[in-house]
């Protein structure tokens, strides 16, 4: 089963062969172009994170196979296969032809071999090389066998120039005298202890972001984070209160990265400036903390959280587009930090104190988490942008479609009709006539009628006049009438904009081509309905299942038409059980 092609992209992004990449390709790009065989990197799970190589091979194995970005090929995903058994094995293997278990891929031949994280041991993916079992290369085996050893050495390269950095720069914390202290990787191994002894061994569990933590002795410890390349770990013993400060960073970055990953995770702005406000007021000690965004007409409205009543902080910063405090008689403070969006002021980010004022770092703290908030802000209107072009290139290919139909209508379909009358008339002014003039008059009508039919069909399919006059449950039935495969429909009369009737009708369209072409349905059913702000279109089967979304079946074209007008569409096809496409269309304002 495929992943989303954006899951492996986002997981290819930060996966550690990525640093490998350009010596993956130096050391196979021989081989598989002499033999037109492909170079895929997979992760630990079988997953396949790039397929590089020929562009026609690549089409072909994605197009036969799903051979191709986020595809998952694990033997319990894929069966017997050179990537999956060499995650399963944990060895280099080759893969020939018939020795598959999936019949689609008995014309492909595949070498995979492991690699090995150089600090833990653990596997981190394999490197393969695919191609057609024609072009087979007799060394493609000890190919990526040699290529997966180098390239764990380049990566245990890597790792001893890393620990030669930290080395370099946190050194001289670590000699220092006084409790006694060490440099510790992200992985948890010892870089360099202190002299008197203090860690003892290779590896400790340090927490993922820093804190105090208790040694395997017993004893009490602080990770203090360093640049996301390491820790300082420090002995606690009974001294908590130097590392107050340590512990606040900690924390702070800690919030930092659940806010990071809400954004990764493509949360709406609201949810994160919610998440936003929630975060920062514990951390700076304030009461309350809330987003403010500033409109036009210079008023501030709050989009998240609870703003103070005092406002000046809020107003400075709307004035000089900079960070601004005020502190109170009854000893309460608020401090407010500029959103900046693409060089200019959006809004801002206020925290603030009932009795007690803020601590003077507060502006300061504030301002990581205003660049946060700007950076999502920008991501939401690239967005939106984005889908308003989208809208606006499908909205300018229907009108295209209906001044084609328009202009077919009016000009040649009217003339073919008009040549085939003529030609009619002649033939009954000629009577009973016979001989070589007639038969070719017959002919030219016979021609006549067949364009004018084609021409009919090739009209309805650039836009049936049935969707501009009665709407989408018109546009669908009368391209249910045309169908041979029986299919019930229950369909809303509702008016919609004509963006949307013509993107409902074109993903029903598609869906049920699809049905007829590759499902081996015996029956099929159309819904749509307007409910929860949108329109619910639903296309069913009782055919095979298995369809692929990403597999050059028409189902891929059908999420862009859905996304173009800002809506989604998902695909469940489980094999043998049919296939059930469901796609949410907004309507205009939700």
Known sequence: MAAERAEATARWAAHPLRAAADLIRHCLKGIADESEHLIVISDAEGMLLQVQGDARVRSRAADSMNFTEGALWSEGGAGTNAIGTAVAADHAVQIFAAEHFNEVVHAWTCSAAPIHDPETGGLLGVIDLTGLQRTVHPHSLAAVTTTARAVEGHLRALVEQHD?????????????????????????????????????????????????FVLPSGERAYAEPVDHAGFVVHELGGRRARFDGLQAAADEQAALRRLASAVARDESPAEIFRAGAEEIAP?????????????????????????????????????????????????GSVVAGPIIVAGSLWGAMVAWTRHEPLPPETGDRLATFTELAGIVIANAQGRAELAASRARVVAAGDEARRRIRRDLHDGAQQRLVSAVIALKLARRELGDATGPAVDLLEEALSHAESATNELRELSHGILPDALRQGGVRAGIEALVSRLRLPVSTSVTGERLPDVLEATAYFIVAEALTNVVRHAGARSAKVTAAIQDGGLWLQVSDDGVGGALPDAGSGLLGLRDRAAAVNGDLVVHSPPGEGTIITARLPLPGE
């Not at 000699?175 to 003892?200: K, M, N, Q």
């Not at 210079?298 to 502190?327: E, I, K, N, W």
């Open 283 to 331: 951390l700076v000690g304030a009461d309350g903390a809330a987003v403010v965004r500033f409109e036009p007409d210079r008023t501030a409205t709050v989009v998240a959280g609870m703003a103070s009543d005092d406002l000046a902080a809020v107003m400075a910063v709307s004035r000089t587009h900079r960070s601004a405090r005020t502190d109170r008689r009854d000893g």
């Open 164 to 212: 030669d950095r930290l080395r370099a720069r946190y050194a001289g914390r670590v000699t220092r005298p006084g409790e006694r202290r060490a440099i510790v990787a992200p992985t948890g191994r010892v870089v360099a202890d202190d002299s008197r002894g203090f860690l003892h061994r290779s590896r400790v569990d340090v927490p993922l972001a820093g804190g105090e």
